[in-house]
């Protein structure tokens, strides 16, 4: 070996013995720093056990006022703690299949034993019984008004006319006459009222509830004013005026055809009763008319046929479409009569020209919760009035011989 090389060696060895150094003393200072690593986490988990252990111990000790003490003796000797025993110090299951604890049974079907505590599911809504608001509303004419009142002017004569010859003198003709119809406005209300608590504390929204309900009684209200009404601080009904028989008809009243029995259609041909009605009407009224009956009447009706065997009854094709009677719409309104002796329990008529409904534009709710404390009162109003426009729109159907 030459001495150049045998430096070499010798300066390799020298240059290793510091990084061997470093190396050492970088994992001694790990070893240390994870030794106290160690040491810190052990200390703060057994200063969280410390605090758990006060913990429990003071809410044991808030919990404990209020109850009676129960005796020591009474309580190492409870049978399930002594089962328990057993089998932590021995291992020993038998002790607890064998135990049987005395249990008190609550239950939700006697009230006083747990049933009172089962709070119901409560509707977010009130169910309330449907009732038939069908009106003739639908078919009428329905103007509103500021006023108190709302006049119909009614030309119900012809002017007269005749032929003239060139040279030949023409006479005075007929001079048309003006009606008046006046329609006052009477005031539909309302007042309900609710505790203050009631409306704070319901699930469901109670004052809509009741601005609800109050609509639709008010609307099935009118629709029997309109058909059965007399006048007197409400609409007058078109079946209050006088109806006389349609062939001795004049303004002012309303003309009915009779069925030809009492009570009843005629027992031969029932169907021409419904023709002759039609029939009674002149033809510029027919073009827009329609029938109105009760649901009792349309049964019966709904059975008839003409002479060929085809029902006179058709049901609408489409949903919201109205059946028809002999190519006529037909409004199904409760509130007329049903078939009986001398009843005019079916109308027909162009109810447009024939009946006219004027109206307050809304219905007005006042809610006062100073007038009846504690309770809030919904005080709700509507101003309608309604009467005969044209005597000649409409005709009866009479069930009498004549």
Known sequence: MTKTETKARAGEGVSDAPAEAVKAALQGFLSEFK??????????????????????????????FGRPALSTAVDLDAPHKKAFA????????????????????????????????VDPETSDRIRGVLKSMASIRSIAN????????????VDHTDMGSGWATETGTLSESGTPQIDRISIPLHELAAMPKASQRLLDDSAFDIEGWLAGRIADRFARAEAQAFV??????????????TAVDDGVWAWGALGYVATGAAGDFAPTNASDAIVDLVYALNAEYRANATFVMNSKTAGAVRKMKDADGRFLWSDGLQA???????????????????????????????????????????????????????????????????????????????????
């Open 35 to 64: 030794s106290l690593q160690d040491d810190v986490k052990s200390k703060l988990q057994q200063q969280e056990e410390r605090l758990t252990m006060l913990d429990r111990k003071s809410y044991a000790a808030g919990h404990s």
């Open 142 to 153: 329905v103007v509103n008004v500021e006023a108190s009142s709302f006049d119909v002017l």
């Open 228 to 241: 059965l009404g007399d006048g007197i601080d409400k609409p007058k009904g078109f079946l209050t005026h």
């Open 86 to 117: 057993a089998y932590l110090r021995s291992g020993d299951d038998d002790a607890l299949r064998g135990l049987a604890l005395e249990g008190k049974a609550l239950n939700t079907q006697v009230n006083a034993e747990g049933g009172f505590l």
């Open 320 to 402: 919201g479409e109205p059946a028809r009677l002999m190519g006529y719409p037909v409004l199904i309104a409760e509130d007329m009569p049903d078939i009986g002796a001398d009843a005019h329990a079916i109308a027909f008529g162009d109810f447009h020209n024939g009946y006219t409904i004027a109206e307050r534009p809304d219905m007005r709710v006042l809610r006062d919760p100073f007038s009846a404390k504690p309770h809030v009162l919904f005080y709700a109003s509507k101003r309608v009035g309604g009467d005969v426009s044209d005597f000649a729109a409409i005709k009866l159907l009479k069930f009498a011989v004549s």
